[in-house]
């Protein structure tokens, strides 16, 4: 049975990466969900995509130039859907909170040696303090936070974010002992998907949006699909 991922929370039908997103996705009884991590300037997980605030809230500079306290009085719905009320940008802290996700892959974007470690270590932390250590997956496609969390959290599942297939994915997944492929939906062939379930790779693919695209990979037998309309892919798989 192929598992469902709201990307972002419910990307298509909320500001991304916003609580508001995160309910929604649960609304449709989707429990599982992706998101995107970024540090404050003090140190706190931050639960936004670009590394710059000016796509989502139209602010000036850089998430890390701010503090949390700060970042959290953003309102992030630009370019989302249209949305009535104002969305802050939310901590991951206020999401374990809120949102009762099965499982969570939270995902790290490139970093320096020094700020992989340190979000690592926060993300350690903070899945510690909720006791939900065996309900995250860390992702990434940088290989620096890959190597971070081998070295600096190895008891955190971890998996490898793959767009391109310039490097087999499937190679540079286990040489950072990874559980997890996230693999660009155009990568996803019957071949490469079988070749990674055999590795013991559970196969998440991304980003899935439309009714037949969603069918074709539920047959391949992908793991699990990422989507920005979580209630859309419950309603074309769930009578299968």
Known sequence: MTQI??????????????????????????????LDLHLS???????????????????????VEHDAAEL?????????PGWPQPCPIPRLAELFEQCPFEHWQLEVKSASRERAARTV???????REYGITDRVTVTSSSR?????????TPQLARGLVAEYAWLDPIKVAQSYGCHLLALNWTLCTPERLLRAQKQGLHVSVWTVNEPALMRRLADFGADSLITDFPGLASATLGNR
Request: with cysteine.
């Open 41 to 63: 300037r003090d140190g706190e997980l931050m639960v936004i995509h670009d590394s710059s605030l000016k796509r989502t809230t139209g602010h000036r500079g850089k998430v």
């Open 121 to 127: 270590l926060a993300i350690q932390e903070l899945v």
């Open 72 to 80: 959290a009085q953003y309102d992030a719905r630009l370019g989302g």
């Open 144 to 152: 620096e936070v890959l190597r971070a969390l081998n070295e600096l």
């Open 5 to 34: 991922y709201g990307h972002r929370g419910a990307k298509g039908e909320a500001p991304e990466n916003t609580l508001s997103s995160f309910q929604k996705c649960l609304e449709h009884g989707v429990r599982r969900c992706e």
